[in-house]
């Protein structure tokens, strides 16, 4: 194809993504991105609506009706592709200049606006649909308005801080932008985000008819009327300031102020509430905008989003021929809190769910737990209790193997014992289809040799969730030796359509998440033993390196035996590698359990809520009262860097995984490491190599060999090479 004939193809399709459609005196503007699955604010899409807009201006219709044609999208956003490839302040100012020209003159027409909205309208697509007169929205479950922005580190900036409190108030407002939240049809139209919330069959035919109905009575120029008392004094000057600082105070409550966004967007919302020029309010939001989209941590968070929308594209394999086997019933051996939360989540995807169990005690704690996860989302109205019946009839119980032979998936969620393991994977085969999946859950066990029980052991493959498994959004896809693709492929999708996030990885100790988890862990020990507080360290984790709870706080939740029983599996796997502290033997001999048990490094009341520190621990373990001698730094890098250490070993050398992007995805979702330092392998890229080598070199000097940097990371440490070449 001729240059010329290109540029007339794409020309031709940018003017097909967005149509005016004659309605007699009303213009259908439908959006249908050539070429894409979702409708997106794109530079070349914003030139359109501005050719649209004007041609529109011109013309004698009297309303106008903004639908998508796209299935579940309305608009999803600006195009992050441009925002991530922008870095100065002049090329945003120019992106936003542009972008609100465009949108003010949407706001401007003189004739009536509705927006019909069905499926995702976020961010930009929010903020556009604002500066309609009207809105109205399908009630299905794929419709959701909001402004996530927060999440990718930038505030709105296509008018949202600005239009969005003037439409449902103060409150309503920063719920939804400081949390990057997006409502429900329902939702919205309670706090009157929308004018109308309808079944979808009816949208495009209510949105004609309210555009057909009001479009002889001129523009609506709709600002917020508190309602109530309470309301009233919360919108009020006195008022106000007592909002703004509430919300300053939950905002530092849930990011501890290292994420600058939410607090920009807040300080925009506060300076720009009482404006009556618009042209002012716009150009102070744009101010902000800039100011955190040039940070590091917006970078990060768009990376990190990019590395999510990277996954839904992946299938688990290398070629590209292997197609993952259609999963309809699914069954979980083991029905205590893991299994019971993995029956719930695949119940909740609309699979049906055969769990077994050796007595009908243990089929009923697995009932009970799905039974509370499904009754939470119930008492927040996320779920009607039709939705709670209809889910909970596709999870049943068995003590022997009816059933199993209709299974296209088992997975072994039972206790943490290899000759148990094994046994019971040798008789789940003999009652299976001979191409069932079996997946185990485990955490630390060897999957191949787990899958010596297996007659086929390409049909073996680990599927590691985190615990809670309704919270935690990774899963480990671990693969054997001898696992097929499509075992892998398969187990990998179902992960997605499970809603999670899936990282292949390779068969070895720990696999990824606990491998690099645990000399973190272990190091916190050493700290211990160093005569540092459980309270001071684990404060300067949370508060000072961003981690979402400390390393005490952390080996509590997770149960204090089986952090002593992976240390011996590590130690006796890692050999020299892994320094078992002398602490270990008397944490046993305590019977410290941590959460579960009420006390660990913190004490617990009845319900799992911590109290305090347990100041009773020290002496159990045989130690002084904590001297508190060491550095904050020194306490935080021998932490984090022996994470690095050992990643550049795994990575590099092992290839657990096969890439830095899968490491820093699986410690963001399966440990919490902080998402505004981009993962743990950005976060060693911008302190560097040979930084964290040198530091290693001199605390392995003083504390021990567990600590030396590892040959790979020596190798990049000789001309500084970062992870991410």
Known sequence: MELSSLKESRSMSIQDSLKIVPKGEIALLEWDLFGEKVNKLSSPMMARLKEVVAEIKGSSYKAVVLISRKPKIFIAGADIDEI?????????????????????????????????????????????????????????????????????????????????????????????????????????????????????????????????????????????????????????????????????????????????????????????????????????????FIEVATTEVSKNLINLFFMMESVKKQTGVESKDVKPRAVKHIAVLGAGTMGGGIAQLSADKGYHVRMKDINNEALALGFRHASEIFGKAVKRKRLTKYDFEQKMALISGTLDYSGFKQMDVVIEAIVEDMGIKKKVIADTVQHCHPDTIIATNTSSLSVTEMAEAHPKPENFVGMHFFNPVDKMPLVEVIRGPKTSDETT??????????????????????????????????????????????????????????????????????????????????????????????VIEPMYNSKRLGKKGGRGFYLYDAKGKELSVDKSVYADLGLGQPTNKLTEQECLERGVFTMVNEAALALVEDRIVTSPQDVDMAMIMGMGFPPFRGGLLKYADSVGSQYIAQELEVYASKCGARLKPTQPLLNMAKTNRKFYA
């Open 489 to 582: 492929a398969t187990i990998f999708d179902l992960s997605k359509k499970m809603g999670k996030i899936p990282v292949v990885v390779k068969d070895g100790p720990g696999f990824l998440v606990n491998r690099l988890l645990m000399p973190y862990m272990i190091e916190a020990m050493f700290l211990f033993q160093d005569g540092m507080a459980v309270e001071v360290v684990d404060r300067w984790y949370t508060h000072k390196f961003g981690m979402p709870m400390g390393p005490f706080r952390l080996m509590d939740e997770v149960g204090l035996d089986v952090c002593i029983k992976v240390v011996k599996i590590f130690a006796k796997s890692l050999g020299s590698r892994i320094e078992v502290p002398s």
């Open 84 to 288: 991530q490839s922008i870095n100065s302040r002049e090329e945003f100012t120019d992106l936003l200049t542009q972008a609100h020209d465009i949108l003010n003159a949407l706001e401007d027409l003189p004739l009536v606006t509705v927006a019909a909205i069905h499926g995702a309208c976020l961010g930009g697509g929010c903020e556009l649909v604002l500066c309609c007169d009207y809105r109205i929205c399908s009630d299905a479950s794929e419709t959701k308005i909001g402004l996530p922005e927060v999440k990718l580190g930038i505030i709105p900036g296509f008018g949202g801080c600005v239009r969005m409190p003037r439409t449902i108030g103060l409150p309503n407002s920063l719920d939804i932008m400081l949390a990057g939240k997006a409502v429900d049809g329902r939702k919205a139209e309670k706090i009157g985000l929308v004018d109308a919330c309808v079944p979808a069959l009816q949208l495009e035919e209510r949105a004609l008819a309210l555009a057909q109905e009001k479009m002889n009575g001129g523009k609506r120029r709709k600002v917020y009327r508190p309602r109530g008392a309470v309301d009233k004094f919360m919108h009020s000057m006195i008022g106000r300031p007592i909002v703004f600082t509430q919300a300053r105070k939950t905002v530092l409550k849930e990011s501890r102020g290292f994420y600058p966004a939410p607090l920009k967007a807040l300080e925009v919302v506060k300076q720009t509430f009482g404006y009556s020029n618009r042209d002012k309010a716009i150009k102070t939001e744009m101010l902000g």
